[in-house]
């Protein structure tokens, strides 16, 4: 710490203590102030090892120094050519021939494919989003006595810890892997996660409507639909909304396992090594899955009264795709 910032320290240090109070006063507090910092210093350098030594094992379990993937960079070079196939318009200017994709979304019927899609992730989302108020009006104190509350918050946790890829497989004997258990799925997995965050909703509401409507002598079931549900009407439609989104990624997941829609095309074009219509595959995924969050964030914005912070530009939302997609799945 150099001499300038000492003397800065001690004029504050007099200030704050009074110019009255003898110098041992403030080196004490200054000494405190120097040590407060050290510690700080060393509990983010620790924190810094801690990740560094983590991201270290974390590589050497995956096998990440092998050799075997840099053996394959050059077949991948070579992928991304058919990723992106090159095309000169006008006869001088490169760009990425974007008819080829177009000339396979016709080919391949994709908007049907994506029809398939959405209604998986939209029979799911309304199959799963009453089961999932009921349960949440039920995880909460003032309808069910604790503990037997946490029965049904725990019905929840248990459901949101299983991936809706793994109840896919769950519903398998219900009829294989098709659009039916994948709807089936993405209802389950809505109980859970929807659920939750209305048990959460309703933690927050105000008193005052329930206890009007108990002092008029109504029953618990008028106390809970009229002092409870009436206040979370719109978080209830925001909420439902939100994991609609995410559900439309599910779908496109459970869809590479052979549940129908986008998620087939995409992984019968992989499998036959046919990259740019694999590509062109993933470019129809981004359209629909952009188009589901913007009418999605539109909704919730208006309901919910932050449009600026649900409003993304177009940019913000392709770049964060993969790893939304990733999120749905797991």
Known sequence: MSADSDSVIDRLLKQVIGGNKPDSAIKQRHTELKRERLVRRLSQSALLTIIGVLLFASLVMVGFWREEWIQYWPEFTDALTQYFPPELYFGFLPAIDIGRYYQFWVEAGLVGEAGITLAIALAGTIMGAPLALLFGVLGNERVTPFPINFVFRGIMSIIRSIPSLVWALIYVPLGGISPVTATLAIGTDTIGELGRLLTDELEEIDDGPIEGISSTGAGKPQVITFGMITQIVRPFIAWSMFI????????????????????????????TFKFTNMMATILFIVVLVLSVEMVSQRTRSYLRGDDDDEQSSLYDRIVGLPKRLSNSLF
Do not use: C, D, F, P
Request: hydrophobic content about 45%.
């Open 244 to 271: 609609l989104e995410n559900n439309v990624r599910s779908a496109v997941g459970l869809g590479i396992i052979g549940a129908g829609g986008l998620g087939v095309t995409l992984s019968i074009e992989q499998q």
